[in-house]
């Protein structure tokens, strides 16, 4: 196990760090983005490239991309949804996310304002579907900024944070332990499954405010 999780790091680290930057913009700008998002899958190519980072300056660097990335796909959504709304709901694509969850997202924001921009970036679909439908709201730009920047920073900070201190725990004990593969895998796992099990109980929680 070792062997191959040194090789697959190693392989990661080996890409130029300023390659490895725009993916994850270019990652998060697509993830953020109405409907891309809902292929795309931002958080496995943030933790990829975030187990390659080395020192303060590729971390922050690596952080502000990440954010940066995520305000302009929302950005692009806000203003897609402002100039296009009703026809990205009738179209081709907007009828394969279902009639039901374009009216979930509406009750949300109507319901819920800015907590629904915010609480949105931790939720399926939601989260690409949310810019769309503040843009064709009455909502101002600026105070869809003033929420969704808190929730971007958040998000980014826990996903590079782990995906950079569990590699580099990795590589500070595979020296020493045979079985560190097996630690890295493990903490990964238990990240993941936080974050699905947060991301679950926000559903529950917030449910009552889009049917």
Known sequence: M???LTWILDTVAGVDPVIRTL?????MLLETSVLVGLIVPGDTIIIVASTAVAG???FITLVLAVI???LAGESIGFALGHHFGPFIR???LGRRIGERNWIRAENYLDRRGGVAVLISRFLPVLHSLIP???GASRMRYRTFMAWTIPACIIWSL???SVGSAVAGGYRELSGRLHFAGYLFVGAIALFVLTVFLIK???HRRELRHMD
């Open 2 to 4: 070792n062997d191959i």
């Open 23 to 27: 993916l994850a913009f270019l990652g």
């Open 56 to 58: 303060p300056v590729e």
């Open 68 to 70: 940066v990335g995520a």
């Open 90 to 92: 009738s179209s081709r």
């Open 132 to 134: 769309v439908t503040v």
């Open 158 to 160: 826990a996903y590079v």
């Open 200 to 202: 679950k109980w926000l």
